[in-house]
T-cell receptor, first 115, second 114 residues
Framework: KNQVEQSPQSLIILEGKNCTLQCNYTVSPFSNLRWYKQDTGRGPVSLTIMTFSENTKSNGRYTATLDADTKQSSLHITASQLSDSASYICVVSAPITSGTYKYIFGTGTRLKVLA | DAGVIQSPRHEVTEMGQEVTLRCKPISGHDYLFWYRQTMMRGLELLIYFNNNVPIDDSGMPEDRFSAKMPNASFSTLKIQPSEPRDSAVYFC????????????FGEGSRLTVL
């Protein structure tokens, strides 16, 4: 069964600290993996996309990694800011037929950054 | 571009009433998705359209739910009759290239059924 699991479920850190969020998936075959950030009361917004051949990708203070062999991805946030407080959702896309794909969503990690 | 526009942002209704949620996708996007988000189950795909045609509605909970896309710039999700367990945030998203492309989400419609 195609699944995406995220850990931890929630996380509290102090402003300025680093943190790493984890995403493990059992989706096969695999097309790409995206990390989305969802602020409270808003819709999710894409942070990064990782394809099979990519290991690391950065977007400002956000760095995503992908290990396609172990089917694991991580999102590392450097020097956290209060505005990083949000839910982070890992989304894996999988081809199901020729030209048709399916998105599998993780349940997200809730991050709270304290001053 | 204004992004994906949803209305209403908040809806409170009584059990048994009809609810209609609306969505305007980003111009030029040929895929439109309806999702439901709850604390317990996260984001769940309800239905998606390609070029205004419903492709996969297997996520629609039951016959009380229906969705239409009469043209490329408008879609509705209707619940009739509504039940308390339908309370959730409903998101509309659009994409230019389908599943391999980035999903652009609206701000969501928070539905509360009393």
């Amino acid at each position: 069964k195609n699944q995406v699991e995220q850990s931890p479920q929630s996380l509290i850190i102090l402003e300025g600290k680093n943190c790493t969020l984890q995403c493990n998936y059992t989706v096969s075959p695999f097309s790409n993996l995206r990390w989305y950030k969802q602020d409270t009361g808003r819709g999710p917004v894409s942070l990064t996309i990782m394809t099979f051949s990519e290991n690391t990708k950065s977007n400002g203070r956000y760095t995503a990694t992908l290990d396609a062999d172990t089917k694991q991805s991580s999102l590392h946030i450097t020097a956290s800011q209060l505005s990083d407080s949000a839910s982070y959702i890992c989304v894996v896309s999988a081809p199901i037929t020729s030209g048709t794909y399916k998105y599998i969503f993780g349940t997200g990690t809730r991050l709270k950054v304290l001053a | 571009d204004a992004g994906v526009i949803q209305s209403p942002r908040h809806e409170v209704t009584e059990m048994g009433q009809e609810v209609t949620l609306r969505c305007k996708p980003i111009s030029g996007h040929d895929y439109l998705f309806w999702y439901r988000q709850t604390m317990m189950r996260g984001l769940e795909l309800l239905i998606y359209f390609n070029n205004n045609v419903p492709i996969d509605d297997s996520g629609m909970p039951e016959d009380r739910f229906s969705a239409k896309m009469p043209n490329a710039s408008f879609s509705t999700l209707k619940i009739q009759p509504s039940e308390p367990r339908d309370s959730a945030v409903y998101f509309c998203a659009s994409s230019r290239t389908g599943y391999t492309g980035e999903l652009f989400f609206g701000e969501g419609s928070r539905l509360t059924v009393l």
